[in-house]
Structure formats: C-alpha cells, structure tokens
C-alpha cells in the first residue's frame, strides 16, 4: 500500500511564502514522477509544477519564476516551495507521484493554502 501525505499548508499574506512538502510511505522506493496540482473554488484542477526522476522540472506561465519544486529521493519527499504568493494561489494543493514498479498515479488528500491579508 503507498500513501502520499501532504503538510506545510495555511495562511499566508501576499508576498509571502510557504513550503510544502509530500512524504510517500509504503512498499516502493521507485518514485518516477512528483507533482503537485491545484484546484480553487469552483473551478477545474490544474497542473503547479512537476519533477521527474532525473530531476527535471515543468511550470505553467501562472507560477513559474514564484514556485520551485524539488525532491529527496532518499526521504521519498517531494517539496514545493511557493514565494511571492497572491491571492489567486489560494486552493487546496494536491501531490501525486508514479512509479516504475506499479501503475497508475497515487494522490495525496490535499492541503489548503490561502493567502490573504
């Protein structure tokens, strides 16, 4: 059984910063991709960044320059680190990862972030 566990979310002004990070436990050590998506009231899911195993990175145009996503490979933790937040940021932050030793894509509950003054 793998379980994803998100932490690090809350309330933040804008401008500010927070970092999260996605922690996999269970029967694998082979993590392919990590990434972390989105999604605000009312509106759709969308992709905040993803790492691969080598260590390449994807940003959409909404975050990129403001978030940096890494990964300990060794801790099997994936993190994200969220700088100069706005408002438009806030929404439930979702983590999943793959694996080359099983198939289908694994999530975490998600964790809210909000900034607001």
């Known amino acids: 059984q793998v379980q994803l566990v998100e932490s690090g979310g809350g309330l933040v002004q804008p401008g500010g910063s927070l970092r999260l990070s996605c922690v996999v436990s269970?029967?694998?050590?082979?993590?392919?991709?990590m990434g972390w998506h989105r999604q605000a009231p009312g509106k759709q899911r969308e992709l905040v960044a993803w790492?691969?195993?080598?260590?390449?990175?994807n940003y959409p145009d909404s975050v990129k320059g403001r978030f940096t996503i890494s990964r300990d490979n060794a801790k099997k933790t994936g993190y994200l680190q969220m700088d100069s937040l706005k408002p438009e940021d806030t929404a439930v932050y979702y983590c999943?990862?793959?694996?080359?030793?099983?198939?289908?894509?694994?999530w975490g509950q998600g964790t809210q972030v909000t900034v607001s003054s």
């Open positions: 790492i691969s195993s080598s260590g390449g990175t």
């Open positions: 999943y990862a793959n694996f080359f030793d099983r198939s289908g894509t694994y």
């Open positions: 269970g029967s694998t050590s082979n993590i392919n991709f």
